[in-house]
């Protein structure tokens, strides 16, 4: 069993940052592969970032986020800049085992992007 508690979430404007960070406790945590998604009103969750080899970013957040982990405090965050108001959803956090596929999904935390 995993659970993940995220923050940092806000209303910031267009063009500026924000960092989410993403604790994690539990069994193992460890070993399990962690990812950030979004879902804004009336779409899809969408994946953004993971921390695979090499790094995934999905194309519309390309250059603009980061996506690091600090194995001590099994912490992952996401750093964003150059915001956009486009970005503005709830972003959530995921950890996915890397053999039995079994997901653990953070409550979310909501950013708003707005002049």
């Known amino acids: 069993q995993v659970q993940l508690v995220e923050s940092g979430g806000g209303l910031v404007h267009p063009g500026g940052s924000l960092t989410l960070s993403c604790a994690a406790s539990?069994?193992?945590?460890?070993?399990?592969?962690m990812a950030w998604y979004r879902q804004a009103p009336g779409k899809q969750r969408e994946l953004v970032a993971a921390?695979?080899?090499?790094?995934y970013y999905a194309g519309s957040v390309k250059g603009r986020f980061t996506i690091s982990r600090d194995s001590a405090k099994n912490t992952v965050y996401l750093q964003m800049s150059s915001l956009k108001p486009e970005d503005t959803a709830v972003y959530y956090c995921?950890?996915?085992?890397?053999?039995?596929?079994?997901?653990?999904w953070g409550q979310g935390t909501q950013v708003t992007v707005s002049s």
């Open positions: 539990g069994s193992a945590v460890g070993i399990y592969a």
């Open positions: 921390i695979r080899s090499g790094g």
């Open positions: 995921k950890a996915e085992h890397p053999i039995s596929l079994v997901a653990y």
